[in-house]
């Protein structure tokens, strides 16, 4: 009798643990549920710092940034990237005053000059980056083409091939090549449109044999091959001299560093030795300085600038 009465109560117990086990899981859930609303509210809740960079980005300011950013292939919203400037001057203003022991006012305008540099100095260096490395997929793009015209595919159906095979930047340039044909638009104009859009005398060669083969016919996969030889030939030429001149081009950004990182480790060393540079004499000297380093870098990227 004791047992079935153990037995019994053992077994009530269990339910009501069950019960309550059950009912903690539901008001959990109804918990979560709530907190999500509260916080989500449909959408994710964005920071003050965000709203602040949206709203830069809608300024005339930021869309005019936007196609050097482009350009120069670098993946930063034009927030992103002031976002990005504002932390590297703080953090040049703090080594310069830290380390190079500078007064805050110096350290700020030299602080404004390196980083404007800087980003003056990414532009140069990357301008049309984008549109070169578009340019240096050409070749593959060329047998891709190839190969799909000799498959017996046509060359609307070879440059979807293309949006599938071939990564980025050309993949998205083709991509809206083949959607503009995919709505009716003849293939002369959206060619035509996208030689202005990439503007290189190798793609404006690419775009005439595809115009002159689509009117005139003939073996389009042989003439595609034998062009995917030639820029493969180009490119290689162009990377051997790039090779030869890649020590003046270091130089070049070298000559204006080395100075006035020796100026400010004799800065360091001796107290005041910066201030006759911000008197009368010592600003025209430092103007002829920034003017004269300016125009070396300049002109030693001039003289290794050669065209292929």
Not at 243 to 249: I, V
Request: with cysteine.
């Amino acid at each position: 009798m004791k047992e079935a009465v153990v037995a019994a109560l053992a077994v009530f117990i269990f339910l009501i643990a069950l019960y309550f086990q059950l009912d903690y899981r539901k008001r959990k859930k109804e918990w979560r549920k709530d907190v999500q609303n509260f916080y989500l509210d449909g959408e994710k809740r964005k920071s003050i710092i965000v709203v602040i960079g949206t709203k830069f980005d809608e300024t005339q300011t930021a869309k005019e940034m936007e196609p050097k950013l482009s350009n120069a292939n670098i993946s930063f919203t034009p927030s992103e990237f002031l976002g990005a400037m504002i932390v590297a001057y703080m953090g040049i203003v703090f080594g310069l005053v830290n380390f190079f022991q500078l007064t805050l006012l110096p350290a700020l305008l030299v602080g404004l000059l390196l980083i404007e540099g800087s980003r003056r100095l990414l532009f140069i260096l990357r301008k049309n980056k984008k549109k070169q490395m578009l340019i240096d997929q050409l070749p593959e793009i060329c047998r891709v083409l190839a190969n799909s015209t000799r498959s017996g595919m046509t060359l609307n159906q070879g440059i979807q091939l293309i949006t599938q095979e071939i990564n980025e930047p050309a993949k998205s340039e083709f991509k809206r090549l083949a959607h503009e044909l995919s709505l009716g638009i003849e293939f002369s104009t959206v060619i035509r449109a996208m030689e202005k859009r990439v503007d290189h005398k190798e793609f404006q060669l690419f775009t005439a044999t595809l115009l002159i083969q689509k009117k005139a016919g003939g073996n389009l996969s042989a003439v595609l091959d034998e062009m995917s030889q030639t820029l493969d030939e180009r490119k290689l030429l162009k990377q051997e001299v790039k090779t030869m001149t890649a020590e003046q081009k270091y130089v070049s950004t070298l000559i204006p560093l080395i100075p006035i990182f020796l100026v400010l480790m004799m800065n360091n060393i001796i107290d005041g030795f910066l201030d006759p540079l911000f008197s009368g004499v010592g600003l025209i000297l430092l103007a002829f300085f920034l003017c004269g380093t300016t125009l070396t870098f300049v002109i030693v990227r001039k003289i290794t600038n050669i065209r292929v």
